[in-house]
């Protein structure tokens, strides 16, 4: 691995980390980074499969824990033992909170923008079929060949229907050469056993955003954190799913208020898990 090539590595000051969503890359990161750089050291990591991150070694073993021992060894790498604050958004929120699971004592705080931690949900509640259902649709797509239809259906699932053809070529071409590891995101994130009772021994202060207009999904799995994280606060924004992206100036104010409250301190120690 060479971490130095799958990080942007912007500014100075207290560590701030920041993982991406999937079909999306460490530079979706760029407009927080700038905003930030002169307070904040901030380390937007490419996790496996996007920007220029090696792809999974064994995908048909891949799990979320692999996901953040990479994340890990990176971040030890980079910054050694300070203490830093985590941000992730859709995919990276999932992965962010599995990793603050087993390795709370150095975080600051936690952000969250709709982690698609999909685990959470009963399996027999209507919001966990529909994404088992999409997970299973791409999958096909991906067996039969057939990538432009895969990466159509995950892109119109989350943002609306046609979204994906009315995309510039190249960008379709980008999605589609993405789409292998967002199989490997679904299988990592519905294997995972990690439940939401688990979450409780989460400590850091942990701020969570969310959208009305996001699918059924993601807002059961925003409203299972919300009834379980004991640290949390949570506020509304708009522009959906990918807000982060779409609407960064005003998703970006959150996380800049957040991690700069004067009463964040490091949490006490725990063992990881």
């Known amino acids: 691995m060479h971490p130095e090539q799958a990080i942007d590595d912007l500014g100075s000051g207290t560590p701030l980390v920041l993982l991406h969503s999937s079909m999306s890359s460490k530079s979706q990161w760029r407009k927080l980074a700038e905003q930030l750089a002169g307070r904040y050291r901030t380390l937007a990591i490419d996790l496996y499969g996007y920007g220029e991150a090696e792809y999974p070694a064994t995908p048909e073993q891949f799990t979320l824990t692999q996901e953040t021992d990479r994340i890990e060894t990176i971040i030890r790498q980079s910054i050694g033992d300070q203490p830093f604050h985590l ?10 909170l599995r990793y603050a699971y087993a390795h709370q004592s150095n975080i600051l705080t936690l952000g969250l923008y709709e982690p698609v931690a999909f685990h959470l949900l009963e399996p027999n509640e209507p919001a966990y079929q529909i994404i088992r259902e999409v997970a299973e649709r791409v999958a096909e797509y991906l067996n039969q060949g057939d990538i432009a239809a895969a990466a159509g259906h995950f892109i119109d699932f989350w943002s609306s229907p046609g979204t994906y053809l009315g995309l510039p070529a190249e960008r379709q071409r980008i999605l589609e050469h993405y789409i292998p590891k967002v199989s490997l995101d679904f299988q990592a994130i519905l294997r995972e056993s990690v439940k939401a009772a688990d979450y ?3 400590k850091l202060p942990i701020c969570m955003l969310r959208s009305q207009e996001s699918p ?3 807002r059961r799995v925003a409203e299972v954190l919300e009834n379980t994280l004991p640290r949390l606060e949570c506020h509304w924004v708009p522009g959906g799913h990918m807000a982060p992206i779409t609407h960064a100036e005003i998703v970006n104010l959150h996380w800049i208020r957040f991690i700069q409250q004067p009463h964040h301190t490091v949490p006490q120690a725990h063992e990881p898990r």
């Open 87 to 96: 941000i992730g958004h859709s995919y990276g929120g999932a992965t962010a």
């Open 216 to 218: 059924l999904p993601t």
């Open 200 to 202: 409780r021994t989460l």
